[in-house]
């Protein structure tokens, strides 16, 4: 009988790519198509939601991996999306994948579309997850709800996610504790907390990728699962429903009383989603 690993014992790997180490962790059946998660602002390999990585995993090869300078990975950040585009296929490439599938969740969904518009042929399908398009409608007011949300969770004892990812109803208070504990399920061989000079160069991303030019998202033509909460605050929900109507060959989910974190929030839903969507 095969024993399954989990995200909450998967270990850590590690891969050199151009003289940097990067940190990566792997997890469901070999054979197919992979789906490599791109992370969100400030994230490492702890902040994906065990739920979302099992559930995937539990048919799909699933890779989670700390980009340049990110935890555990060694480096300078990059602060452009393009840039943070280019060390994501080369870690790919440096696996082994000549085709992969992009769950890209925030900051992560960025660099998901620059990966499909400059390789398409190493992408099959995306999902685009709490996040927008190039130039979308304020995603440049990210860094002064990042530092007020911060402050807020610091007076209250709470993880700022509470706040960031959830809506503050009684329904989104208690989602935003239950996925906070999710998080700290992994007990042993945790990965690096993100430095500060990293997380400032991904703002710095973030806010040169609100000001560029929009992308013509029609040469983008691998099927895309755009999915989010109906109330996020931090890349506005407007944004994925101009995404999933400029992209030719997408769907659109947006889950109730739900904000950035949508996808955590309603994980089981979103899972059956994402595996009909994949396997389709």
Not at 76 to 95: C, Q
Not at 167 to 194: M, P
Not at 211 to 239: F, I, K, W
Not at 263 to 272: K, N
């Amino acid at each position: 009988m095969t024993v399954r690993t989990t995200y909450q014992h998967a270990p850590t790997k590690t891969i050199d790519i151009g003289g940097a180490t990067f940190a990566y962790r792997t997890l469901g059946p070999d054979g197919g198509t992979p789906v490599v998660f791109l992370n969100h602002l400030g994230a490492v390999l702890d902040n994906w939601d065990p739920r979302v990585v099992d559930g995937i995993a539990a048919k799909h090869q699933v890779i989670t991996f700390d980009n340049r300078g990110i935890g555990a990975s060694q480096g300078r950040t990059p602060r452009s999306v393009a840039a943070m585009a280019r060390d994501a296929i080369a870690f790919i490439r440096a696996l082994g994948h000549d085709q992969v599938d992009l769950l890209g969740f925030s900051l992560g969904g960025f660099v998901a579309q620059v990966i499909a518009e400059q390789e398409p042929r190493l992408v099959r399908k995306l999902i685009l997850a709490g996040t927008g398009p190039a130039g979308g409608e304020g995603i440049d007011k990210v860094t002064g709800i990042t530092v007020i949300d911060i402050v807020r969770a610091t007076l209250t004892f709470k993880d700022p996610k509470e706040y960031l990812f959830f809506t503050r109803t009684a329904n989104g208070k208690a989602s935003a504790r239950r996925f906070v504990n999710r998080l700290k399920e992994r007990t042993e061989a945790r990965d690096k907390s993100i430095s500060v000079t990293a997380f400032r160069n991904q703002l710095k991303a973030i806010h040169t990728w609100r000001r560029q030019q929009p992308a013509d998202l029609a040469v983008v033509r691998q099927p895309v699962l755009v999915a989010n909460g109906d109330h996020d605050r931090m890349v506005p929900s407007r944004n994925s429903t101009d995404l999933a109507r400029r992209l030719p060959n997408a769907q659109l989910t947006l889950y109730p009383d739900a904000g950035h974190g949508g996808i955590f929030q309603y994980h089981a839903e979103f899972v059956d989603e994402a595996l009909r969507f994949l396997g389709s």
